[in-house]
């Protein structure tokens, strides 16, 4: 029953909107709004929109949301930037693990030198490695 009611008076509240509303002002100065007219007084009918005005279609490429779309496919592109070169972080730091794994007899460039990296130093470097394939990469 309440379910039905409240159908109805949703259903019929738009016609309710669409009443006349008078404006008269009293014998004391107060401003009365009701739906029938004074007896005896003089009234005037206050307009009332049917529905909001239409809103301006936006153009693409102009106004707020012109300005999200353009916001919108920076973000876009800084997030792909960022992704590839995290892709690219993660295929050489595997490549160096695999060498550091698989080559005990790696040398680095120290001061315009090769010095052989002993097997403790290996070891360490192969830890960094690993975690930090962990930390950055899936």
Request: net charge neutral; hydrophobic share 35%.
């Amino acid at each position: 029953m309440r379910t039905l009611l409240l159908t109805l008076l949703i259903g019929l509240s738009p016609w309710c909107m669409a009443a006349q509303i008078y404006k008269w002002v009293d014998a004391q100065g107060v401003t009365h709004f009701d739906a029938q007219p004074p007896a005896g007084q003089s009234s005037t009918t206050v307009q009332t929109p049917s529905s909001p005005p239409p809103k301006p279609a936006a153009m693409p490429g102009s106004g707020a949301l012109g300005d999200q779309k353009a916001i919108d496919d920076k973000v876009k592109k800084q997030v792909a930037d960022q992704q590839t070169q995290l892709k690219q972080f993660c295929e050489q730091a595997r490549t160096n693990l695999a060498q550091l794994q698989n080559n005990p007899r790696l040398r680095e460039e120290v001061e315009g030198q090769l010095r052989r990296l002993d097997d403790a130093q290996r070891q360490e470097r192969i830890v960094e490695a690993q975690k930090q394939i962990a930390q950055n990469c899936e």
